[in-house]
């Protein structure tokens, strides 16, 4: 009994930390519709600059501690003000996604500052003054500062609902979540409400980073830590709710604490099987409900998918000349950079297929990345499977995954559909990551080499283009089919395409299926390209370089994905051997400058400048004429 209290009381602690950064995300979310991936970093910059503020005042003293703590959670604030105002006040306009690919380059530029102000090394921070000491609870000792955490979470959550409540600003928050066209339309200045929104959003996450030094040491790595979870959070609580926020977070925290003790061995996936459970119950989350209001801000003009013109035809032929010939040109390393980026290619084309015709935001494509790759380890190291045998083991495996898969996710839209999709790719990694006796663990599954005929790297080369190749103009044709056609009227106006007589959830369904098939080549082409396989090939950071290259080239173009996976890939290699040190530096700054430039994608943007340039040509004749 008296652990059970122990551990009810550790799970109510954290759940307390957790809501403090998961409530300034879920109102930012519910007014402004961003989705802030750069959330984590304010969380971590509250950690770092409380240390410094409180190591300067003198940690001794409760002024200095708590005066470093508020103080910092208010320089946070600032400096999230200045990120709104800066940078996403520009871009409000444009999809949603791109916001995300925004705040993400953010993420990238702040982790590079903090390596730069305060080094790669773990900073300890000291104990609160005032909670140093310890409670005896049933024969337990229970640190002090623990029970003010518990006792700060509802605290926060009662000061939030009497600002929400009882004052004209809380009330045009409120009504802001419900509809802000409806706000702006009534008067209201809605670039103050937002930076005001962003600025307690950003002080909650830096109050939060802050209260962290006396229970762990700060370091790089808190931001992407805590992210995902917050997240979690906010989508169980339902987005925009922030009792739903500290609802969720008490069943997370306590679910979390008992699990080390009950099943230790879903520890690193409990709160994403949590999620996937309610998301599947409960599609809006425990406290969430359908918004009324349009769900995805200001309606903006996206160029039509049309069928490639004769100049794109040409332009695609020569590039597919140039990587023919490319091998005799490049040395070793270049033609190994080449086969990485054709397969990523793929990838990239793949998780298109259900973003651009289908609108199915997906956080988690790498599951099926991942899959495709173990599926043909596998059979090479429990089968003695060749590489052809494997090649065809790689699609099936990541195919069956995206039936099951997408049987739950195609019934959601939105950030849900997008999470749960993140909960399943993760409940697939952690299988991966612990299954030892099947996949080697963290150790992965070493020696998946390809055939005696391929193993040279220019001919695996030729092979994974030949491959990659045929897999995107299949993709293609299919999005210039029927089907095509009937995926997006299924995007576009699914109530329409209902009457119609089509069946907008199968549509979907099969389109999942389809990508997945299509991810699965591609990661059995990168299994035997490496030539091996581990965890981190189904991890977060691998859908989200999917992302980046989707979002990059442009989703509502079939040439998007393809010149976003090479702009990623060059980008990447290129700043990782010329600036080593602080490449993401580069890179997050790189990534924000052309959201800002092309709020489309690369292609996206010319396309519709193109299309702007053509009306404009056609205009100037009609004018002629009333002139």
Known sequence: MDLIFIQMLNGLASASSLFLVASGLSIIFGVTRVVNFAHGSFYMLGAYIAWTLVTRFGPASPLGFWGGVILAALLVGVIGVLVEVLLLRRIYHAPELFQLLATFGVVLMVQDIALAVWGPQDLLGPRAPGFRSFLTIFGNRFPTYELFLICLGPIVLGALWLLFNRTRWGTLVRAATLDREMVGALGVNQRMLFTSVFFLGACLAGLGGALQLPREAVNLHMDLSIIAEAFVVVVVGGLGSVTGAYLAAVIIGVMHAFGILIFPKITLVLVFLIMAVVLVVRPHGLMGRKPSGPQHGPAVKEPLLSPATREVKMLGAAALAVLLVAPALLGAYGVSLLTELVILTLFAASLHFIMGPGGLASFGHAAYFGLGAYGAALAAKWLAAPM?????????????????FGWFCVRLSGVYLAMLTLAFAQIAWSVAFQWVELTGGDNGILGVWPAQWASGKVVYYYLALILCTAAVLALRAVIFAPFGYALRAGRDSPVRAEAIGLNVTRINWAAFIVAAVAAGIAGGLYAYFKGSVFPTYMAIPKSVDALLMVLLGGVQT???????????????????????????????????????????GLVGSLVAWRERRGDADAAEPVAEGAR
């Open 558 to 600: 079939v040439t998007g994905p393809i010149v976003g996976a090479f702009a990623f890939v060059w980008m990447q290699d290129w700043l990782v051997r010329a600036v080593a040190e602080y490449w993401r530096l580069v890179l997050g700054a790189a990534i924000v400058v052309i959201v800002l430039a092309f709020p489309q």
């Open 388 to 404: 052809l045998a494997g090649m065809v083991v790689a699609p099936i495996f990541a195919g069956i995954a995206g039936v099951i």
